[in-house]
């Protein structure tokens, strides 16, 4: 049995973990607050033929999966490289190039965990490239690297980046479907009142984190 204080470590853990997923689905939303994956959200809403959840739902398996890699090769695997690289080849270079092999590694996992489905995976499959390199999931290992998260802080973040892109997906989708109002100015109609939409929505998230303007 735990004891009073392992018990409180595993609550801290638990907690910690949910705070960096509910941050990543709202004050660091990936479309909201760091304007990434934008044109393709604007395709899954014009376009029917592609169900959200068939592209949201690869985007965060990727996510999640690739997290743990992007923090092993963060912290073992870039400075074993700076120890062997060539001075004119800084492992910073290399950066990228990983990233985007963790990636595809976590690619090669999700391809392989749809196809035990069979035919009923079959739009996963489909929309898994595009959502691999799709630049929120990208984006969202940059910010990892750069805020020098711990691993479970860099899982739970991409856990809830993901969950975040289909909450803007969600969200975008509702707003287009009531901006189609007779109210709306002709000029404005279509892609302006939408971009519109997603700002004053960025504005009021943005919000949320508390930034301020400084002379």
């Known amino acids: 049995?735990?004891?009073?204080?392992?018990?409180?470590?595993?609550?801290?853990?638990?907690?910690h973990f949910f705070t960096y997923a509910v941050m990543a689905v709202f004050a660091?939303?990936?479309?909201?607050?760091?304007?990434?994956?934008?044109?393709?959200?604007?395709?899954l809403v014009k376009t029917r033929d592609i169900r959200t959840l068939h592209h949201c739902l690869p985007i965060l398996l990727v996510q999640l999966l690739s997290a743990p890699l992007v923090?092993?090769?963060?912290v073992w695997l870039t400075p074993w490289l700076r120890g062997v690289l060539?001075?004119?080849?800084?492992?910073?270079?290399?950066?990228?190039?990983?990233?985007?092999?963790?990636?595809?590694?976590?690619?090669?996992?999700?391809?392989?965990?749809?196809h035990l489905f069979g035919r009923r995976a079959a739009p996963y499959l489909e929309q898994l490239?595009?959502?691999?390199?799709?630049?929120?999931v990208l984006g969202t290992i940059l910010i990892c690297v750069n805020q020098n998260f711990t691993l479970l802080e860099t899982v739970a973040f991409s856990l809830g980046s993901g969950i975040g892109y289909l909450f803007?997906?969600?969200?975008v989708d509702e707003g287009r479907r009531r901006l189609r109002s007779k109210?709306?100015?002709?000029?404005f109609t279509g892609m302006p009142i939408s971009l519109i939409y997603i700002g004053i929505l960025a504005l009021a998230?943005?919000?949320?984190?508390?930034?301020?303007i400084t002379a």
């Open 86 to 114: 060539p001075g004119w080849l800084p492992a910073a270079a290399l950066r990228p190039v990983i990233y985007l092999s963790c990636a595809t590694i976590a690619m090669a996992v999700v391809w392989l965990l749809f």
């Open 129 to 136: 490239p595009i959502a691999t390199y799709n630049c929120c």
């Open 168 to 171: 803007a997906v969600a969200v």
């Open 71 to 74: 923090w092993m090769a963060r």
């Open 28 to 43: 660091e939303n990936i479309v909201f607050t760091h304007g990434l994956g934008v044109s393709q959200l604007f395709k």
């Open 1 to 15: 049995m735990l004891n009073a204080a392992a018990e409180l470590s595993v609550f801290e853990a638990v907690l």
């Open 183 to 187: 109210d709306v100015p002709g000029i």
């Open 205 to 212: 998230i943005y919000g949320l984190v508390g930034h301020s």
